[in-house]
């Protein structure tokens, strides 16, 4: 037993290993292609103004100050020493405002939108995926579909202005916009996990309506093909219930594509996020981009496409990392 299971750990921590050194590879990869994007293709790097609007002397001393007149490759490694050795994102262009305060204040908005509206799309997905592949072609299956249909097809700001109308203005069910802290630090500020969930209740139903579409389809797809297999029909002539022979043997393997999927949707979710975030105000991540946009404040716009990639890199090692512990073969891949 000892010698079988030390091969098992080795595999694991291999594993882990390359994934860790893939993630740092991600990273680096993250930085440089952000920092051409946004600091070398641009005519204006950085959102410059042209030398006709500063003057000669003005834009020269500007272009020395952000160390635009050095090599590229030392420009590169001086945002890559700032990140990495520093971890700072750096300062906006507008304000001269920390970009590590104000993605600090933003994040925690867009983490509270991204994880409801994850968490709904699962709890609806799931069962609606499995009573969908039980029944294939039933009545129940296409009407599931149809709402799969419609969730992928209609986009997510309709949606929201749809259910701002509806559910809040003409109902006056839930809030039409805003956000509420939930833990308040000045007097009087709306604070709370109530107040919290009540004014974010709309924006996660958007936002997980296409996602929830989505994972619908891959979760039937995924069932129906796994209630195929060799090993659930043995369970079946073993005598197991139809419920363990579900929870066991077809639902634990289904799942882990759904896993998978679920890592790489991060970094659609956040982007999807910024539409829902628009719509109802929510002063995330999505919309200070909007901003920066608007002031072609460049560092604030690196900074935050740079802390969503490391998010999505996080995310993606921590869902390798699930899927190893839930099915071992890929221990040794």
């Known amino acids: 037993m000892r010698h079988a299971h030390a091969p098992g750990s080795s595999s694991l921590l291999a594993f882990l290993a390359r994934r860790l050194l893939w993630a740092v590879f991600l990273f680096f990869a993250a930085t440089i292609v952000t920092y051409v994007l946004f600091w070398i293709v641009p005519p204006n790097p950085g959102g410059l103004k042209p030398a006709s609007q500063l003057g000669p002397s003005a834009a020269a001393e500007l272009r020395h100050y952000l160390r635009l007149d050095e090599p590229i490759w030392k420009q590169y490694l001086d945002f890559l020493w700032r990140l990495v050795g520093h971890q700072s994102l750096g300062y906006s262009f507008v304000n001269r405002e920390s970009i590590d305060a104000i993605v600090g204040h933003a994040a925690p908005v867009t983490a509270s939108l991204v994880l409801g509206g994850a968490i709904i799309w699962l709890c609806v997905s799931v069962p609606l995926g499995v009573l969908a ?33 509806v559910v809040g203005f003409r109902l006056g069910l ?52 796994t209630g195929v297999e060799d090993y659930v029909r043995t369970a079946r002539s073993k005598g197991a219930t139809e419920s363990r022979v579900l929870i066991h043997h077809v639902l634990r393997n289904s799942m882990l594509p759904v896993v998978t999927v679920f890592g790489m949707d991060v970094g659609l979710a956040i982007g999807t996020a910024l539409f829902t975030e628009n719509v109802f105000g929510l002063p995330g991540l999505g919309n200070r981009m909007i901003q920066a946009y608007g002031f072609d404040d460049m560092p604030l716009i690196t900074g935050i496409v740079m802390f969503t990639a490391i998010c999505v890199v996080v995310t993606n090692l921590i869902v390798d990392v699930a899927y190893a512990l839930l099915d071992p073969r890929i221990r040794f891949w």
Do not use: K, Q
């Open 133 to 165: 592949a039980r029944r294939p072609r039933s009545i129940t299956d296409r009407a599931v579909m149809v709402l799969a249909l419609i969730g992928i097809s209609a986009p997510p700001f309709w949606i929201g202005l749809i259910l701002s109308y």
């Open 174 to 225: 839930t809030p039409i916009a805003g956000y509420c802290d939930l833990r308040g630090s000045r007097p009087g500020e709306c604070s709370g996990a109530i107040p919290w969930a009540y004014h974010l209740l709309l924006p996660w139903l958007t936002f997980s309506l296409l996602f929830a579409a989505l994972y619908i389809r891959l979760v039937r797809a995924n069932v129906i093909e």
